[in-house]
């Protein structure tokens, strides 16, 4: 079984800065990209930023000069970080990854979330 763990979230004010990391474990053939998507309360789910095993990223707009995305594929991890947070970033963030269980065979995972509030 995969499985994705979140860490890093917690409550800050606005300007400030949090560092999201998540970790995959469980049989792992190899991870074709990682990324984060995040969910405000009454709002769809929105991606703010992937990347792949070779190092290509994708940002949201509203993500784009705030926020950097980067991965350790040794240790099939990905990581958020994210300065300059504004109250419009609240919201739960979730984790998602491509794995391959064995060549040729993968599947999409998500992880439970971790909260991210910022507000004065």
């Known amino acids: 079984q995969v499985q994705l763990v979140e860490s890093g979230g917690g409550s800050v004010q606005p300007g400030g800065s949090l560092r999201l990391s998540c970790a995959a474990s469980?049989?792992?053939?190899?991870?074709?990209?990682m990324g984060w998507y995040r969910q405000a309360p009454g709002k769809e789910r929105e991606l703010v930023a992937t990347i792949t095993v070779g190092g290509s990223t994708n940002y949201a707009d509203s993500a784009k000069g705030r926020f950097t995305i980067s991965r350790d594929n040794a240790k099939n991890t990905v990581y958020l970080q994210m300065s300059s947070l504004k109250p419009e970033d609240t919201a739960v963030y979730y984790c998602?990854?491509?794995?391959?269980?064995?060549?040729?065979?993968?599947?999409?995972?998500w992880g439970p979330g971790t909260q991210v509030t910022v507000s004065s």
């Open positions: 469980g049989s792992i053939f190899s991870i074709n990209a």
């Open positions: 998602n990854a491509e794995i391959f269980i064995k060549r040729l065979e993968f599947l999409n995972f």
